[in-house]
């Protein structure tokens, strides 16, 4: 059995696709595409697919991930042509290796957002940031299906930075934009919590809702503060035996 892991997108208005809506339009991809999918057992046997940390509804994405099991041996990036096309635009395969690593939902302890606030003065959003990242703790309430739940928002923050709007989507109105790390940790900190801590602390309350994309995800490296690419454990062992093979056949 062979284990591919891909990488896609959520742009544009598919930004408001739900989980389940996805799962729906990738399932009929892996029929379009007739990829040999490998199914569970029992009386309703299902494709073998795992998500991994999907990304909440309304917000963009840039790296979304999950992982299907094949009872063939298939090329990856031919694969993940033939997904791309069956998917709608917005819903975008960007990326293919082959699973030769375990742990993959291991390796996403962080992602790395971006919230655009339009109708915000940068030096206000940066007095706002400064008082957030100041702080030793930021209490924020999320109304969940067991009622509202308190808990602190800052913990979760590795990094929260201001940034001017960007020079490919020009406005005559203020604009900020807030490039954000967060730990993945239990109960999970979102960008909304976020944004209703900078309210908490600092009044910050944009005049229309801000839009959010998630820009990265894999492990969190405290020294350098940055996330890495998961899948690159599995490039790294994919090239291995070709390495180890050049290195057999270069003369002694």
Not at 49 to 76: C, F, H, K, W
Not at 138 to 152: A, C, S, W, Y
């Amino acid at each position: 059995m062979q284990r591919i892991r891909l990488r896609y997108t959520k742009r544009g208005r598919l930004r408001f696709t739900s989980h389940r809506d996805f799962q729906r339009a990738f399932e009929r991809a892996l029929r379009r595409a007739e990829v040999p999918m490998a199914y569970s057992a029992g009386f309703t046997p299902h494709p073998k697919v795992s998500y991994a940390n999907a990304a909440p509804t309304g917000t963009g994405s840039e790296a979304e991930y999950l992982e299907i099991a094949l009872t063939q041996a298939r090329d990856p990036e031919k694969l993940r042509v033939l997904l791309d096309e069956s998917m709608p635009t917005g819903l975008d395969i960007i990326d293919a290796v082959e699973a030769r690593t375990s742990g993959l939902a291991d390796r996403l302890t962080a992602s790395v957002w971006e919230l655009r606030l339009d109708g915000v003065d940068p030096a206000d959003a940066e007095r706002a940031v400064a008082a957030f990242t100041a702080a030793e703790s930021v209490e924020v309430q999320r109304r969940t299906k067991n009622g509202i739940r308190t808990f602190d928002a800052r913990s979760a923050v590795a990094q929260l930075e201001t940034h001017g709007p960007q020079a490919d989507r020009p406005t005559d109105q203020p604009c900020a934009i807030l490039r954000l790390v967060v730990r993945h940790v239990t109960p999970a900190v979102r960008p909304d919590d976020v944004l209703s801590g900078l309210r908490a602390v600092a009044d910050l309350a944009p005049p229309v809702p801000a839009a959010v994309t998630r820009l990265a995800q894999g492990l969190f490296d405290e020294e350098t503060g940055t996330v890495t690419d998961p899948l690159a454990p599995d490039r790294e062992a994919a090239e291995a035996p070709t390495t180890a093979a050049a290195a057999a056949k270069a003369p002694a």
